[in-house]
């Protein structure tokens, strides 16, 4: 069973910077895909950024340029760098790995960081 722990989520002022990481308990090299989604008060999940296996990073049009992905393989943790943030950044923010797997690939959630951006 794949655990992801996530930390890092606080309150911060318009334009400042916060790092985000989710710690699993397991090779996230060895996943089929990682992401950072948000859900806002009122508003359904959304997708922030997704981590191919090979790597490769989509970010949303609403972060680009202001969050990065980063993995750390010894630590077994994906990072989110956030930084320019702004008030409608407010939101909880989840970790999401996918698993292989036939016919329905398990996939897992972390607990949510609570992140909030005064202006």
């Known amino acids: 069973q794949v655990q992801l722990v996530e930390s890092g989520g606080g309150l911060v002022q318009a334009g400042g910077s916060l790092r985000l990481s989710c710690t699993a308990n397991?090779?996230?090299?060895?996943?089929?895909?990682m992401a950072w989604y948000r859900q806002a008060p009122g508003k359904q999940r959304e997708l922030v950024a997704a981590?191919?296996?090979?790597?490769?990073?989509n970010y949303a049009d609403s972060v680009k340029g202001r969050f990065t992905v980063s993995r750390d393989r010894a630590k077994n943790t994906l990072f989110l760098q956030m930084n320019m943030l702004k008030p409608e950044d407010t939101a909880d923010y989840y970790c999401?790995?996918?698993?292989?797997?036939?016919?329905?690939?398990?996939?897992?959630w972390g607990q949510g960081t609570q992140v909030t951006v005064s202006s």
């Open positions: 999401y790995a996918r698993t292989y797997g036939f016919p329905a690939p398990p996939d897992y």
């Open positions: 397991a090779n996230i090299y060895s996943f089929n895909g």
């Open positions: 981590v191919t296996p090979g790597g490769s990073i």
